[in-house]
C-alpha cells in the first residue's frame, strides 16, 4: 500500500546533530499521519514525534526542544531533525504513516513501517 525508506542515520558524538529523511511511495495521501519511532535493543518502540492533519506536531517529552519533525509534500519525504543528540537517543529509527486523519502517537496507531536507520550517540 505505502513504502517508507529511512536514510541519514549514523554515529555522532553527544551534543551533535543528524537529520533522518523518508521517503514515502506507493498509495498515499497528503492528509495522512506520519511519524518517527525509535526501539533500543531490549527495550519496547516507542513514539518520538509525529504529524497529524488537525493538530500539527507532537513530541515524546524527552526529545522536546530538541527534534523537529517536518514533512516535505512535494518530495513526499518526512523529516527528523536531531540537535544536542544524547546517549539515550541512540536507536534503531522508524519512519511510520497512516491513513487516517487524526493519530497519537503510540505505535500501534500506525499501519505502515520502514525498515529502519541506526542512529548511534557517543557520550
Known amino acids: 500500500q505505502v513504502q517508507l525508506v529511512e536514510s541519514g542515520g549514523g554515529s555522532v558524538q553527544a551534543g551533535g546533530s543528524l537529520r533522518l529523511s523518508c521517503a514515502a511511495s506507493g498509495d498515499t495521501v497528503s492528509s495522512s499521519c506520519m511519524g518517527w519511532f525509535r526501539q533500543a535493543p531490549g527495550k519496547e518502540r516507542e513514539g518520538v514525534a509525529i504529524i497529524d492533519s488537525l493538530r500539527g506536531t507532537m513530541y515524546a517529552d524527552s526529545v522536546k526542544g530538541r527534534f523537529t519533525i517536518s514533512k516535505d509534500n512535494n518530495k513526499n519525504t518526512l523529516y527528523l531533525q536531531m540537535d544536542s543528540l544524547k546517549a539515550e537517543d541512540s536507536a534503531m529509527y522508524y519512519c511510520?504513516?497512516?491513513?487516517?486523519?487524526?493519530?497519537?502517537?503510540?505505535?500501534?496507531?500506525?499501519?505502515?513501517w520502514g525498515q529502519g536507520t541506526q542512529v548511534t550517540v557517543s557520550s
Open positions: 511510520a504513516a497512516d491513513f487516517t486523519v487524526v493519530c497519537g502517537i503510540t505505535p500501534r496507531e500506525f499501519d505502515f
